[in-house]
């Protein structure tokens, strides 16, 4: 346990399926036929039909009837996988309704990553040979039972499903599971994860922290407007999608078009009950706030890893520790200690260097009473942004600090163009 709370995710986890008639077909032509899946989005997220989505969240799933440790999730479903997969025509087998013919479709290459739970490889589609990512999630995890290992998949992957229209959440292309794993296809995302970009590259500047933040806010947003917590705020669920060198330097740049951060791990992301709070803890410990210790919480704790991210970009470690070695020693109930109890130290070296507003921010996402925690959308808001990222500018035209000029494309559905620059231009 206590080697994994610095990068595991202590919280639970997954689906749809395509309908494959040929190997000649490319994902594209099978998006199009009338069966396949609505939600894969090659590079353009607008492909993708919301109504069919809805109607693929709202059909029933097999292990649904499992509450999450009494939390009220997916109370309402019935059914079986079975009938999820047919109600969208799909030609499936497993356990899940997924197909079962992956490496049909596709080839396993070498492996690009690894999580608490999954192992990431690159893929090559053989019909295109595009190249892709493959989440690999285990049926069966430690002392989880099968069924509820499944439940946890199923969530994620409606999730997942459910925040494609959010242009920073990693494309969907294909899912799919055999008698012992699961398969999630996604969009290859080149440029590496931001706990990489900080063990290679060390801390960031302000501003750098600012484009980071901003980006990783828009998927708090949404999340929150869809009645999700992502549960899992951290460093290493955000990566960079084009290959570069340094990210820190393309930040400065100005070299990046939206959307360059993709959230690519919805596992510990849960569905917000009305009447209740959650209840058990989930998500990476150095990260959970301390209402999520306390097994008495909202959305607002995703503001409070945001804050531990914004901290660590700034000061390349976390606030209660001096480095990811030391935390990794500690059991869960030592980190929390600290997490609920000690001050976040802001005395030293770049928060002393940190501007007003930027301090203000920090301030407001490490709160511990989450009620006086800033939320998403007043985040967004912050006048940190403006100051350091000069969002006035129009799209394709130098910022006057020459930082990440954005295109004025909506973040995300639910937003709508980045309007809360837009009065300063
Ligand atoms: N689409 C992708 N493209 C490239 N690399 C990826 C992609 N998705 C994941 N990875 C790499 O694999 C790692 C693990 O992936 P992911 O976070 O989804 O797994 P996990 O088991 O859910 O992790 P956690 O420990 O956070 O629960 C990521 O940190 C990243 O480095
Ligand atoms: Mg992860």
Redesign the pocket.
């Given at each position: 346990m206590a080697s994994a709370l610095g990068q595991g995710?202590l919280g639970g986890k997954a689906a749809r399926g395509s309908g494959h008639s040929s190997l000649q077909q490319t994902r594209v032509q099978r998006q199009q036929s009338t069966y396949y899946p609505p939600y894969r989005c090659p590079q353009q997220k607008a492909r993708r039909q919301p109504t069919l989505v809805s109607q693929a969240l709202a059909a029933p799933s097999a292990i649904a009837e499992q509450t999450n440790d009494g939390l009220g999730l997916w109370e309402a479903a019935g059914g079986t996988a079975a009938t999820h997969a047919s109600s969208w025509g799909l030609n499936s087998g497993g356990e899940l309704g997924l197909p079962l013919d992956f490496t049909t479709y596709y080839q396993l290459g070498r492996q690009i990553g690894a999580?608490a739970y999954g192992t990431v490889y690159e893929a090559i589609e053989k019909a295109t040979g595009d190249r892709l990512a493959v989440k690999v999630l285990p049926k069966q995890r430690g002392k989880l039972s099968r069924e509820k290992t499944l439940t946890k998949i199923q969530q994620e992957l409606e999730v997942l499903a459910a925040l494609q229209d959010c242009q920073q959440v990693v494309c969907l292309e294909d899912i799919f599971e055999d008698s012992q794993w699961v398969y999630i296809v996604q969009e290859l995302c080149e440029g590496g994860d931001l706990a990489q970009a900080l063990a290679t590259h060390g801390a960031c500047t302000e501003s750098q922290a600012a484009a980071v933040i901003y980006e990783v806010l828009k998927v708090i947003a949404t999340c929150h407007a869809e009645g999700l917590l992502h549960g899992?705020i951290k460093p290493?669920?955000f990566m960079m999608r084009p290959s570069m060198s340094n990210p820190w330097k393309a930040i400065d740049g100005g070299r990046l078009r939206n959307p360059w951060l993709m959230a690519i791990?919805f596992g510990c992301s849960q569905p917000v009950h009305k009447a209740r709070a959650f209840m058990r803890r989930t998500g990476t410990p150095v990260y959970m706030a301390p209402e999520v210790f306390q097994r008495q919480y909202g959305m607002s704790a995703d503001l409070w890893s945001l804050g531990m991210m914004f901290y660590e970009l700034l000061a390349c470690r976390l606030p209660f520790w001096d480095s990811m070695d030391d935390c990794k020693s500690k059991t869960i109930d030592e980190v929390g200690k600290s997490v609920v109890t000690d001050d976040v130290p802001m005395d030293y070296g770049p928060f002393e260097a940190l501007s007003k507003q930027g301090m203000d921010l920090l301030h407001g996402l490490t709160q511990r009473d989450p009620s006086k925690r800033i939320t998403a959308a007043a985040a967004l808001e912050h006048p940190w942004f403006r100051e350091q990222l000069g969002y006035a500018c129009k799209p394709g035209q130098a910022c006057s600090n020459n930082i990440v000029a954005l295109d004025k494309t909506p973040a995300c559905s639910i937003f709508g163009p980045e309007l809360a620059f837009e009065a300063a231009c």
């Open positions: 995710c999580g899992d290493a669920n791990d």
